[in-house]
T-cell receptor, first 114, second 113 residues
Framework: GAVVSQHPSWVICKSGTSVKIECRSLDFQATTMFWYRQFPKQSLMLMATSNEGSKATYEQGVEKDKFLINHASLTLSTLTVTSAHPEDSSFYIC??????????FGQGTRLTVV | AQSVSQHNHHVILSEAASLELGCNYSYGGTVNLFWYVQYPGQHLQLLLKYFSGDPLVKGIKGFEAEFIKSKFSFNLRKPSVQWSDTAEYFCAVKSRDGQNFVFGPGTRLSVLP
């Protein structure tokens, strides 16, 4: 299957700082990418849908000013957690939609805010 | 907005038992349906998917799922589970235009040796 690379896999940051997570589709162009958050032993919660060249669509309850999403190219989307707080600690997963088929997932980023 | 529900939070089976995990979705338009598996410590892997055609879909590792449009259901089945099937299973629904891709809450499957 297609490959989606997410970086970094694990990051620890201080409270109040910002963290950027990258999601790259390595062997296909993805006009649409999704960002999810997964709490321990729970399902993936869709945070936002990112379309290349346009503003992301955020799910209800997700603060767009806190979770900045940029999808500037067909192979790269970034999620920036601004002014991170301990409650933002979580596992963040991206997926890239291969046109007319399925979505492929990154390996996830574990964010720990101390 | 579309939503996905899964009937069971945690299923415990003995090896060789048959498995059926329920999945129902709510969405008014055309959808694509998926089952993903997440083994402990690993990321999501696709088990099978339904886009169109035969509503009975066969996937990897002996899994299959049946799309019943009238019931908005896409249940996952396996005739005989193995210990290695112990994992978390997620049903997911994507709208045809690709702008929504929503996961169910997941079902944890524990298979006892």
């Amino acid at each position: 299957g297609a490959v989606v690379s997410q970086h970094p896999s694990w990051v620890i940051c201080k409270s109040g700082t910002s963290v950027k997570i990258e999601c790259r589709s390595l062997d296909f162009q993805a006009t649409t990418m999704f960002w999810y958050r997964q709490f321990p032993k729970q399902s993936l919660m869709l945070m936002a849908t990112s379309n290349e060249g346009s503003k992301a669509t955020y799910e209800q309850g997700v603060e767009k000013d806190k979770f900045l999403i940029n999808h500037a190219s067909l192979t790269l989307s970034t999620l920036t957690v601004t002014s991170a707080h301990p409650e933002d600690s979580s596992f963040y997963i991206c997926s890239a939609l291969q046109p007319n088929t399925e979505a492929f997932f990154g390996q996830g980023t574990r964010l720990t805010v101390v | 907005a579309q939503s996905v529900s899964q009937h069971n939070h945690h299923v415990i089976l003995s090896e060789a038992a048959s498995l059926e995990l329920g999945c129902n979705y709510s969405y008014g338009g055309t959808v694509n349906l998926f089952w993903y598996v997440q083994y402990p410590g690993q990321h999501l892997q696709l088990l099978l998917k339904y886009f169109s055609g035969d509503p009975l879909v066969k996937g990897i590792k002996g899994f299959e799922a049946e799309f019943i449009k009238s019931k908005f259901s896409f249940n996952l089945r396996k005739p005989s589970v193995q210990w290695s099937d112990t994992a978390e299973y997620f049903c997911a629904v994507k709208s045809r235009d690709g702008q929504n891709f929503v996961f169910g809450p997941g079902t944890r499957l524990s298979v006892l040796p």
